[in-house]
């Protein structure tokens, strides 16, 4: 299983944006997929997640609201729309794949939100 993260860049506070992750290989064993974040000096920590049918969801705290996960099983991407941006929200952003052999990470999308 491959993961390719896209979508991220440079947005003032206040700002949208949208990351996709492209999955490719054996993608029929995925019980679930997430995105995390990691601030410098600081933890990885899970943003949200969600069920490989995308029928369950759930989100951290700090992006209740304002987050939203989403899957397109048809075109194998995940996808992580971001409203009302902060600059807590700045950080390098993951795609997971939950497999039943395994777990699988992308490369990382920087987020940069400016004040």
């Known amino acids: 299983v491959q993961l390719v993260e896209s979508g991220g860049g440079l947005v003032q506070a206040g700002g949208s944006l949208r990351l996709s992750c492209a999955v490719s290989?054996?993608?029929?064993?995925?019980?679930?997929m997430g995105w995390y974040r990691q601030a410098p000096g600081k933890q990885r920590e899970l943003v949200a997640g969600?069920?490989?049918?995308?029928?369950?969801?759930n989100y951290a705290d700090s992006v209740k609201g304002r987050f939203t996960i989403s899957k397109d099983n048809a075109e194998n991407t995940m996808y992580l729309q971001m409203n009302s941006l902060k600059p807590e929200d700045t950080a390098v952003y993951y795609c997971?794949?939950?497999?039943?052999?395994?777990?699988?990470w992308g490369q990382g999308t920087q987020v940069t939100v400016s004040s």
């Open positions: 997971i794949a939950l497999g039943e052999s395994g777990n699988y």
């Open positions: 969600i069920t490989s049918n995308g029928r369950i969801t």
């Open positions: 290989g054996s993608s029929a064993n995925i019980n679930a």
